[in-house]
């Protein structure tokens, strides 16, 4: 059964850093992986999506890769502001058509 | 930007009630889901749906719950005999094939 973790659980930061949340699972035969962003209280909202033959991806000042062998996700934030502050989830969905998520980072940063 | 609705926003229902709640995907969508998150806890899956019928189910999918498409555009998830330990917020996601998921906003269960 797929695991996914997510390291680390918390992390604040001053405005204007730049960070990395991180993101591993157990069983490398995924069909794509997703990072999304949570709000209190609120739906999913869908970042970046990475397709299993994919490295990388990019949005603005977010970076998402992929090492599929070895079972990691890197999602890099840049030049962090106030309003990135949410929790960020990590999901791997296997050929069966079913996403596993991650427990999430929470991430504030302070201005 | 094409966004998948669900309704109710919040439900509040006394245990032993049955409970349906409803999604509207978006319209050119094939595969259709149900997750839930426990407060402070992970994003589970429950099922997901393609070509009107049960694609997968985890274990969380037991008896108590079913889904179905009844009129070709709302997809649905009932509760029967809703317990305390089904409080919990409640995500519909839809996706045309291998461009990822999109989510609704979620209904928040409260059994009381």
């Known amino acids: 059964k797929q695991e996914v973790t997510q390291i680390p659980a918390a992390l604040s930061v001053p405005e204007g850093e730049n960070l990395v949340l991180n993101c591993s699972f157990t069983?490398?035969?995924?069909?794509?992986l997703q990072w999304f962003r949570q709000d209190p209280g609120k739906g999913l909202t869908s970042l970046l999506l990475i397709q299993s033959s994919q490295r990388e991806q990019t949005s603005g000042r977010l970076n998402a890769s992929l090492d599929k062998s070895s079972g990691r996700s890197t999602l890099y934030i840049a030049a962090s502001q106030p309003g990135d502050s949410a929790t960020y989830l990590c999901?791997?969905?296997?050929?069966?058509?079913?996403?596993?998520f991650g427990a999430g980072t929470r991430l504030t940063v302070k201005p | 930007e094409p966004e998948v609705t669900q309704t109710p926003s919040h439900q509040v229902t006394q245990m032993g009630q049955e409970v349906i709640l409803r999604c509207v995907p978006i319209?050119?969508?094939?595969?259709f889901y149900w997750y839930r998150q426990i407060l402070g806890q992970k994003v589970e899956f429950l099922v997901s749906?393609?070509?009107?019928?049960?694609?997968?189910k985890s274990e969380i999918f037991d008896d108590q719950f079913s889904v179905e498409r009844p009129d070709g555009s709302n997809f649905t998830l009932k509760i029967r005999s809703t317990k305390l330990e089904d409080s919990a917020m409640y995500f519909c996601a839809t996706d045309l094939s291998s461009y990822g998921y999109t989510f609704g906003s979620g209904t928040r269960l409260t059994v009381v």
């Open positions: 749906f393609y070509n009107n019928e049960i694609s997968e």
């Open positions: 999901a791997v969905s296997g050929y069966n058509n079913d996403m596993r």
């Open positions: 319209s050119n969508h094939l595969y």
């Open positions: 069983d490398s035969a995924i069909y794509n």
